[in-house]
């Protein structure tokens, strides 16, 4: 695949629930075999929702807890490597400086921590287990 237009568009459960649900349904519940009862965890209706497209295809969401939590942070494996995961967390971080946070915080899956270090973020605290996976706490101050 090759990187087309794209954007990210940004709303409420209600708008973006079903293209989101079914990227987080492929890459965590499919491909990481995280649990159902796990992945939807009752927040999404308090969250921001992303939505990565290129060209008119859904390929990418993130969600923005009310707190300053990033999380869900999803990328089908045929847009992976092309910068695109990058685009998504800029756009999620804006709306979190738009927000009046002062930093966001996330818990990253161990394999993904180079990718949010390129970001700014900070590992801290001891690896832990979700959804049977190693993830780490990760944290960005804004300047």
Not at 27 to 36: D, K, L, T
């Amino acid at each position: 695949m090759t990187m087309r237009e794209w954007h990210v568009a940004s709303g409420n459960w209600e708008t973006l629930g079903t293209a989101c649900s079914a990227i987080r349904k492929v890459v965590f519940i499919e491909e990481q075999h995280v649990p159902q009862a796990e992945e939807w965890d009752g927040r999404d209706p308090q969250c921001r929702h992303f939505l990565l497209h290129v060209g008119d295809r859904a390929m990418g969401t993130a969600r923005l807890l009310p707190d300053g939590h990033i999380g869900r942070v999803a990328i089908l494996a045929e847009a992976r490597g092309q910068g695109l995961g990058l685009r998504l967390m800029e756009a999620v971080m804006e709306e979190a400086r738009q927000q009046g946070h002062d930093a966001v915080h996330l818990d990253a899956q161990t394999y993904a921590i180079p990718f949010y270090e390129r970001l700014g973020f900070v590992a801290h605290g001891e690896t832990f287990l979700d959804a049977n996976i190693p993830h780490r706490h990760m944290s960005l101050t804004f300047q």
